[in-house]
């Protein structure tokens, strides 16, 4: 079982910044992905970025409504991936959720489809005033 923390959300004004952070615990992957996902109220859960992470050096990708904005990055040391959020709109408010692909699908390849993810955060809420 994994066991996944989200933190770092919070209000912020158009324009600002924020951090969130997802650390995980209990079972470990060799190679797996770690997705960033956001669900705003009435609308389905949407893909925001990923990170493959090998030990051969990790891969990113991410949402075109995100890009050039948000930027994923993990340390492996401390089990933790991070979402810089920089440039915020109000559309981008949300729950924020990280999640686990525990099954590696290549090289520079991630999927954006929740459904393929196994484990789950609680979510942590960014909210962004015009």
């Known amino acids: 079982q994994v066991h996944l923390v989200e933190s770092g959300g919070g209000l912020v004004q158009a324009g600002g910044s924020l951090r969130l952070s997802c650390t995980t615990s209990g079972r470990t992957f060799s190679r797996y992905t770690m997705g960033w996902f956001r669900q705003a109220p009435g609308k389905e859960r949407e893909f925001v970025a990923a990170?493959?992470?090998?030990?051969?050096?990790?891969?990113?990708g991410y949402a075109d409504s995100v890009k050039g904005r948000f930027t994923i990055s993990s340390d492996n040391t401390k089990n933790t991936i991070y979402l810089q959020m920089n440039s915020l709109k109000p559309e981008d408010t949300a729950v924020y959720y990280c999640a686990v692909d525990s099954y590696y699908r290549g090289t520079y390849t991630y999927s954006a489809r929740s459904e393929e993810y196994d484990y789950w955060g609680q979510g942590t809420q960014v909210t962004v005033s015009s």
């Open positions: 990170c493959t992470i090998r030990w051969s050096g990790n891969s990113t």
